[in-house]
């Protein structure tokens, strides 16, 4: 889910760390199972980059309270773009590694095709099942050989989250499931109602954030974006690409956006602002909206269901085959992700399974989120998730689409050069990243 952990489903991290402070907790791994310490407990360490929740909703308190001979001990990096260079490192080195350490989606193909080796194969571990899985999913973090060495956590299913009162003020329909309507089936839809909102905008506020937040929930609607089925990379000529570039370039050029940059100070400092009036909204924004807009922003955003069906962001937890308690950390990995506790994580933090059985408990099914409305947060995301297609992920997805978000359309939006020219400059940065 670079930028921070997908980034988050509550928000920026907690802490950052370094990678020195990474490594010296792994400095003494060993390949010998689950020799503790002299007292007696086992102490599991958990690499994650952003806020994964697990603590914060009282997880490793919940794993520790039934297992009393376990201590799970949880390092943070803030960004992924610092996490993942930092893990592959660790990994090339056969130390510095966590028991366990989490992926982001963007990189589980990369690291399943040319690291899977150096992972333990989850499933075979007691307690898998790969029906629990979206079939999606499951297959993101599974090798060519078979081994699947990723179990997923959350997923990111897309609405839009809106302001109620700056839509009422711009003559804009309020309820959400009319909001909703106006814009479905088709991004180009959203614009539309960007313009109706432009004519009547209360003074200050502009439609929406950022051209590369509209550009992101439209590319992750296609299966197919930056490499096809066979593998190939088509960012040049890919149908999701030029549509989600145009969408993107229309928006910075119709006056919009804000012109901010995604999980930037000023970009947060708008939310609390009210600067811009709607946002694409995978299910981690949710805590992040909350957190930036604080007590002022309550019953003022609330949550629609999309144009298209799309998964923005989402991640895996594994273990490497260098780390010090194996055992110990496949178990925490396989309840961590059970349909029991993933159903508890949402409940807390918001972040949506990616276990489908999960939909059918109440603490789901029945959720509505206080903050934005009363909104049925759990109906809206799983029937998004339900129907994300199955998106084909290749070795560069990060550094490609990062090229698109951070290069290309910022120098549109906030430079103001032409399209034609920006595009030339993701190409170019993609060129340097990607071997054909």
Known sequence: MGGP??????????????????????????????????????????????????????????????????????????????????????????????????????????????????????????????????????????????????????????????????FQKAGLPTDREHVGRLWAGDWQKYLDVGRAYRRHAPSGTVFTDSAAGIYNASIHGYAERYYNRRGRAVYRKSPAVRASWRLAVQAARGGLTARLKQFEKPWDQAFANGRFASVACPPWMLGYIKEKAGPAGKDKWDVAAAPRPANWGGSFVTVPRAGRHRAAAVALAVWLTAPEQQAKLFDRQASIPSTPASYAMPLVRDARN???????????????????????????????????????????????????????????????????
């Open 370 to 436: 206080p903050y934005f409305g009363g909104a049925p947060t759990g109906r809206i995301f799983a029937e998004a998730a339900r129907n994300i297609p199955t998106l084909v992920i290749g070795p560069k997805e990060q550094q490609i689409g990062t090229a698109f978000t951070d290069v290309a359309i910022p120098q549109v939006e906030q430079q103001g050069r032409s399209p034609r020219a920006a595009w030339k400059a993701a190409q170019k940065e993609i060129d340097n990243a990607v071997d054909e």
């Open 5 to 166: 952990r997908r980034p988050g489903p509550a928000g920026v991290a907690l802490a950052t760390v370094t990678a020195l402070a990474v490594a010296l907790l792994g400095s003494c791994a060993r390949d010998d199972g689950d020799t503790g310490p002299a007292g007696g407990r086992t102490t599991v360490t958990i690499g994650t980059f952003g806020v994964f929740g697990y603590k914060q909703a009282g997880l490793y308190a919940e794993y520790e309270r039934l297992h009393p001979d376990v201590t799970i001990k949880e390092s943070v990096i803030e960004r992924n773009d610092t996490y993942y260079p930092q893990l592959l490192t660790h990994l090339a080195a056969g130390s510095g590694l966590s028991d366990i350490q989490a992926v982001e989606v963007g990189n589980i193909h990369d690291v399943a095709t040319t690291q899977a080796d150096r992972f333990e194969d989850l499933s075979r571990a007691r307690g898998v099942h790969k029906g629990d899985w979206l079939d999606w999913k499951w297959a993101q973090a599974t090798a060519a050989g078979g081994r699947t060495i990723g179990l997923g956590t959350d997923i990111g299913p897309i609405a839009v989250c809106y302001r109620k009162d700056l």
